[in-house]
């Protein structure tokens, strides 16, 4: 089983906010990463370290870490942003990676 | 511009190997650890294996330590990972990334390549 937590399914209407969180111990040492996955595609990282968005991802996602938690926010969520989102994070040996099992969000 | 692209994957028998290849463009190669991850269908991602620049360090999750191995190299800009006794669980498609090591992050993804492990 994953050491990273996450809700399986996230819904959120057209223009408003979604948080999505992950937890895990090993959060409260080491920064969460976020990648978005849409259908037959391959991952995209959009989110990483304190709060920090790649080049080419919109500013209405931002990111926060809080003890053991960390978020991805979605501020004014549009319809393209319906996708799986993966969080990840080192595992508990310091050493390896793991991810969570993923949330899927539905923009209604 | 900034690309990876992997080859390499296919049908193989239960107890079979198979070498995915990683074809990296757009950036210096060997300033980036590099990583190969996993998903098998209809599941979420898995964290295989990640190599240092130089290959001097690399690590392995525990579902492939001592079948898979990684390796790169620097002057053809490719990454690979050599998959050994190949089991059915081993069905994905695997994805080579960019990032590893400090960089908890992983920034660049390649498209992915289908691995099935059937009889």
């Known amino acids: 089983s994953s050491e990273l937590t996450q809700d399986p399914v996230v819904s959120v209407d057209l223009g408003q906010t979604v948080r999505i969180t992950c937890q895990g111990d090993t959060l409260r040492s080491y920064y969460v990463s976020w990648y978005q996955q849409k259908p037959g595609q391959a991952p995209v990282l959009v989110m990483y370290?304190?709060?920090n968005r790649p080049s080419g991802i919109p500013d209405r996602f931002s990111g926060s870490r809080s003890g053991n938690t960390g978020s991805l926010t979605i501020s004014g969520a549009q319809a393209e942003d319906e996708a799986d989102y993966y969080c990840s994070s080192r595992d508990s040996s310091g050493e390896d990676y793991v991810f969570g099992p993923g949330t899927k969000v539905t923009v209604l | 511009q900034v690309q990876l692209v992997e080859s390499g994957g296919g049908l193989v028998k239960p107890g079979g190997s198979l070498r995915l290849s990683c074809a990296a463009s757009g950036f210096i190669f060997n300033d980036h650890y590099m990583t190969w991850i996993r998903q098998a269908p209809g599941k979420g991602l898995e964290w295989l294996s990640f190599i240092s620049t130089s290959s001097s360090y690399s690590h392995y999750a525990d579902s492939v330590k001592g079948r898979f191995t990684i390796s790169r190299d620097n002057g053809r800009n490719s990454l690979y990972l050599q998959m050994n006794i190949l089991r059915a669980e081993d069905t994905a498609v695997y994805y080579c990334?960019?990032?590893?090591?400090?960089?908890?992050?992983?920034?660049?993804w390649g498209q992915g390549t289908m691995v099935t492990v059937s009889s």
């Open positions: 990334a960019r990032g590893g090591g400090d960089s908890n992050a992983f920034d660049i």
């Open positions: 370290g304190k709060n």
